[in-house]
């Protein structure tokens, strides 16, 4: 089962699976505290102001900063310093790997393009609770498969890019995951994304419909490159009553061939719109968009660059 390598040690470990290495201690050091006592406070002292010395470090400094000493090795491990983790293209993530990643509880997590399996996933998301951001980009659809259980964290982010074998019946299971009991839960363990990304995805109208119904704070959407999508489409996610016409202001529509003119008809309808990016839409006149762009501008200032993107200036 993965998890801690028998014999690890309890503080060290570099979350890219080489952990510290030997611990070189100072020529006099000063024994260590039992864990039940307080730090005394001169210690205490020097350990928030190394605190914030660490704050400008990379991690892979800071994996080099836990073979000075004891204390450093304690001090370096400090989930403050690990809010991100970034693990991608990592081609070899093993259980030392996977349990530093634990000890420093990130809020956001990147394994995009790695082998992760879904035993190793599932293990990290039943720790990892406090996790908002997961970047699974170039992943197989056997290690995302770990998200459809009761113990998937509430994420906001959840980047699915490129991803193997990840279809509409694969999505439905990600949105309709079981209850402890095993039931079917109607509140989605994906209520809480505010960014979906799903460039290059073979999907249809059967995700988006999946997406209106349990996605409501859904903000930034990245349908990049999905084929199947249509003018249809979008009028699907803007339609009267559909969450995400409210809720979207960053819509991600890159390379989406089958969109035609028809499409941007729909788009006035989002009322927080701030973002459409419609390069390489080959059936999109640049026409097209200067129109929407003068519908837009009624509401706020916008521009459009030469390859068919349109911003909202702040």
């Given at each position: 089962?993965?998890?801690p390598?028998?014999?690890?040690?309890?503080?060290?470990?570099?979350?890219?699976?080489?952990?510290?290495?030997?611990?070189?201690?100072?020529?006099?050091?000063?024994?260590?505290?039992?864990?039940?006592?307080?730090?005394?406070?001169?210690?205490?002292?020097?350990?928030?102001?190394?605190?914030?010395?660490?704050?400008?470090?990379?991690?892979?400094?800071?994996?080099?900063?836990?073979?000075?000493?004891?204390a450093?090795?304690?001090?370096?491990?400090?989930?403050?310093?690990?809010?991100?983790?970034?693990?991608?293209?990592?081609?070899?993530?093993?259980?030392?790997?996977?349990?530093?990643?634990?000890?420093?509880?990130?809020?956001?997590?990147?394994l995009?393009?790695?082998?992760?399996?879904?035993?190793?996933?599932?293990?990290?998301?039943?720790?990892?609770?406090?996790?908002?951001?997961?970047?699974?980009?170039g992943?197989?659809?056997?290690?995302i498969?770990?998200?459809?259980?009761?113990?998937?964290?509430?994420?906001?982010?959840?980047?699915?890019?490129?991803?193997?074998?990840?279809?509409?019946?694969?999505?439905?299971?990600?949105?309709?995951?079981?209850?402890?009991?095993?039931?079917?839960?109607?509140?989605?363990?994906?209520?809480?994304?505010?960014?979906?990304?799903?460039?290059?995805?073979?999907?249809?109208?059967?995700?988006?419909?999946l997406?209106?119904?349990?996605?409501?704070?859904?903000?930034?959407?990245?349908?990049?490159?999905?084929?199947?999508?249509?003018?249809?489409?979008?009028?699907?996610?803007?339609?009267?009553?559909?969450?995400?016409?409210?809720?979207?202001?960053?819509?991600?529509?890159?390379?989406?061939?089958q969109?035609?003119?028809?499409?941007?008809?729909?788009?006035?309808?989002?009322?927080?719109?701030s973002?459409?990016?419609?390069?390489?839409?080959?059936?999109?006149?640049?026409?097209?968009?200067?129109?929407?762009?003068?519908?837009?501008?009624?509401?706020?200032?916008?521009?459009?660059s030469?390859?068919?993107?349109?911003?909202?200036?702040?």
């Amino acid at each position: 089962m993965c998890g801690p390598r028998a014999g690890s040690r309890g503080g060290g470990g570099c979350p890219c699976g080489r952990g510290p290495g030997p611990l070189l201690s100072p020529s006099t050091p000063a024994p260590s505290p039992s864990p039940s006592s307080p730090l005394p406070e001169d210690q205490m002292m020097q350990r928030h102001l190394w605190l914030l010395v660490f704050r400008y470090l990379s991690q892979k400094e800071l994996c080099v900063c836990m073979r000075v000493c004891r204390a450093w090795c304690k001090w370096c491990c400090d989930k403050r310093l690990w809010t991100q983790i970034n693990l991608s293209r990592c081609k070899s993530i093993t259980p030392l790997a996977l349990s530093s990643i634990s000890r420093r509880l990130p809020v956001s997590l990147d394994l995009s393009w790695s082998n992760i399996s879904r035993k190793q996933l599932t293990w990290l998301v039943n720790r990892l609770t406090g996790l908002k951001d997961l970047f699974l980009s170039g992943c197989s659809w056997s290690a995302i498969s770990a998200l459809s259980t009761h113990s998937c964290p509430l994420l906001r982010t959840l980047d699915l890019r490129w991803a193997e074998g990840l279809r509409d019946a694969q999505m439905r299971e990600l949105f309709c995951s079981p209850d402890k009991q095993g039931q079917l839960d109607n509140r989605s363990k994906l209520r809480n994304v505010t960014d979906f990304r799903l460039s290059g995805l073979d999907i249809s109208d059967v995700t988006l419909r999946l997406i209106i119904r349990h996605m409501p704070l859904l903000s930034r959407l990245d349908l990049s490159h999905c084929s199947h999508l249509s003018d249809h489409s979008l009028n699907l996610l803007t339609a009267v009553g559909s969450s995400t016409r409210n809720s979207l202001s960053d819509l991600q529509l890159e390379g989406c061939n089958q969109l035609t003119d028809e499409c941007l008809l729909y788009l006035r309808r989002i009322s927080n719109i701030s973002r459409v990016n419609l390069r390489n839409c080959k059936h999109i006149s640049r026409a097209a968009c200067e129109t929407l762009l003068s519908d837009l501008s009624v509401c706020g200032l916008f521009c459009l660059s030469d390859d068919k993107e349109i911003s909202k200036i702040s």
